[in-house]
T-cell receptor
Framework: GAVVSQHPSWVICKSGTSVKIECRSLDFQATTMFWYRQFPKQSLMLMATSNEGSKATYEQGVEKDKFLINHASLTLSTLTVTSAHPEDSSFYIC????????????FGNGTRLTVT | DAKTTQPTSMDCAEGRAANLPCNHSTISGNEYVYWYRQIHSQGPQYIIHGLKNNETNEMASLIITEDRKSSTLILPHATLRDTAVYYCIRTSGNTPLVFGKGTRLSVIA
């Protein structure tokens, strides 16, 4: 079946540094990918929609200059958390549709970011 | 707004069927019902989806009421590895999923 791979699975960084998270569709092409964030004991919240070859669209309240999204190919989207702060510590999850119609959205296994 | 209502938590004995209800009384005619689950510290896993007919796959069965206002996910023989948060989501087309709080299912030995 369709597989979405995320890397790294966990990362610890110091406050003020930037962290890049990769999301790859392994056996299908994805013109659109979605990035979610999940804080402890909460549900997933959509951050942004990543569109191949164009700018990402961000949900209300998500700073586009802080969370840089690049979708340079049909199989790769990256999320860069710039100038990370402890409050950015969270579980980041990407997802993609493997096909058209009502094919289910497939999710990566998430990246646990801890900012110290 | 997830637009679905699920119980906060449920327990199920190992080996028994787990029946997880979901209310989606305002569902539109073109919206499907999707079920996902999230095991701790992992990404959500797709389980099953349906429009109006009951569906079954290797993981679960989905029973949708005739008026489509509610549905039930059935795990026929729950195991400890089925302990997770289960999300019932209504959606149409290739749009991002909106997650509610889901049901925390605990399978007990």
């Amino acid at each position: 079946g369709a597989v979405v791979s995320q890397h790294p699975s966990w990362v610890i960084c110091k406050s003020g540094t930037s962290v890049k998270i990769e999301c790859r569709s392994l056996d299908f092409q994805a013109t659109t990918m979605f990035w979610y964030r999940q804080f402890p004991k909460q549900s997933l919240m959509l951050m942004a929609t990543s569109n191949e070859g164009s700018k990402a669209t961000y949900e209300q309240g998500v700073e586009k200059d802080k969370f840089l999204i690049n979708h340079a190919s049909l199989t790769l989207s990256t999320l860069t958390v710039t100038s990370a702060h402890p409050e950015d510590s969270s579980f980041y999850i990407c997802s993609a549709f493997p096909g058209t119609g009502n094919s289910p959205l497939h999710f990566g296994n998430g990246t646990r970011l801890t900012v110290t | 707004d997830a637009k679905t209502t699920q119980p906060t938590s449920m327990d199920c004995a190992e080996g028994r069927a787990a029946n997880l209800p979901c209310n989606h009384s305002t569902i539109s005619g073109n919206e499907y019902v999707y079920w996902y689950r999230q095991i701790h510290s992992q990404g959500p896993q797709y389980i099953i989806h349906g429009l109006k007919n009951n569906e079954t796959n290797e993981m679960a069965s989905l029973i949708i009421t005739e008026d489509r206002k509610s549905s039930t996910l059935i795990l026929p023989h729950a195991t400890l590895r089925d302990t997770a948060v289960y999300y019932c989501i209504r959606t149409s087309g290739n749009t991002p999923l909106v997650f509610g709080k889901g049901t925390r299912l605990s399978v007990i030995a």
